[in-house]
């Protein structure tokens, strides 16, 4: 599990760098009409992460 939001209970609906990242690969989807895979981890996001945020928002999220 990859967790998207803030873990800190006044702050909890906010999103955390995972959240912004996912945010960020939809952004870039909608912008520029490419797939966000292959995209630089970035925000505090480790390599691995972003592989996983990445194809997570083109397996479930983006709608073709």
Do not use: H, W
């Not at 909608?30 to 990445?54: C, E, H, M, N, Y």
Request: charged share 10%; hydrophobic share 40%.
């Amino acid at each position: 599990n990859i967790s998207v939001y803030s873990t800190n209970k006044n702050y909890n609906a906010l999103p955390n760098a995972n959240g912004t990242y996912l945010t960020a690969c939809a952004v870039y989807e909608a912008i520029f009409g490419k797939s966000p895979i292959g995209l630089p981890a970035a925000g505090g996001v480790d390599t691995a992460t972003a592989i996983a945020l990445q194809n997570l928002f083109r397996s479930d999220i983006y709608i073709d």
